[in-house]
T-cell receptor
Framework: GENVEQHPSTLSVQEGDSAVIKCTYS??????FPWYKQELGKRPQLIIDIRSNVGEKKDQRIAVTLNKTAKHFSLHITETQPEDSAVYFCAAPRGGSYIPTFGRGTSLIVHP | SAVISQKPSRDICQRGTSLTIQCQVDSQVTMMFWYRQQPGQSLTLIATANQGSEATYESGFVIDKFPISRPNLTFSTLTVSNMSPEDSSIYLCSAATSGTSNEQFFGPGTRLTVL
């Protein structure tokens, strides 16, 4: 099965700084890598995703990079704002399926 | 996209009883899943709800404890049976449509407390 490791577990930054969260996966057949944001008491919501045929994807202040050779992908948030404070989960599907395995989550705290 | 609702949003139950959680999607979806999330923890997949057939359970979860139904492409239920305080958690329903997008949509969750 797929094993997804996520680091760090907690990340504290000042408003305006950048934040980077990293995930590694084990199944070389995995081909879809989403990132979810979960605000306190709310449901997880997809914020960005990347497929294995792309190395990088950006959406305004958020970007995801993928290194298939090393089996890791990262979430980059630039110019962080207090409303970015949340728990972020990475995920990778079990090879050949649509069933994701989630990382343990990163609690991002952005201090005003 | 898909909008998912769950009922109840929260409940407090006595040990030994059972609770059924309902999940309704506003459009037909290929896949529906049930997750458990302990406070401050990640999402743990309980099972994949299969339309018209028995659910597929993850290691550590069994049908007798967590019976699941999925009578059609927009609705599923999860029952937590013979509850104990260890079952206290948030239970999340999610849905996805296979094809070009693998995006999963989540319900708001059901917060269960077992006394």
């Amino acid at each position: 099965g797929e094993n997804v490791e996520q680091h760090p577990s907690t990340l504290s930054v000042q408003e305006g700084d950048s934040a980077v969260i990293k995930c590694t996966y084990s199944d070389s057949a995995s081909n879809y890598f989403p990132w979810y944001k979960q605000e306190l008491g709310k449901r997880p919501q997809l914020i960005i995703d990347i497929r294995s045929n792309v190395g990088e994807k950006k959406d305004q202040r958020i970007a995801v990079t993928l290194n298939k050779t090393a089996k890791h992908f990262s979430l980059h948030i630039t110019e962080t704002q207090p409303e970015d404070s949340a728990v972020y989960f990475c995920a990778a599907p079990r090879g050949g399926s649509y069933i994701p395995t989630f990382g343990r989550g990163t609690s991002l705290i952005v201090h005003p | 996209s898909a909008v998912i609702s769950q009922k109840p949003s929260r409940d407090i139950c006595q040990r030994g009883t059972s609770l059924t959680i309902q999940c309704q999607v506003d459009s037909q979806v290929t896949m529906m899943f049930w997750y458990r999330q302990q406070p401050g923890q990640s999402l743990t997949l309980i099972a994949t709800a299969n339309q018209g057939s028995e659910a597929t359970y993850e290691s550590g979860f069994v049908i007798d404890k967590f019976p699941i139904s999925r009578p059609n492409l927009t609705f599923s239920t999860l029952t937590v049976s013979n509850m104990s305080p260890e079952d206290s958690s948030i239970y999340l329903c999610s849905a996805a449509t296979s094809g070009t997008s693998n995006e999963q949509f989540f319900g708001p969750g059901t917060r269960l407390t077992v006394l």
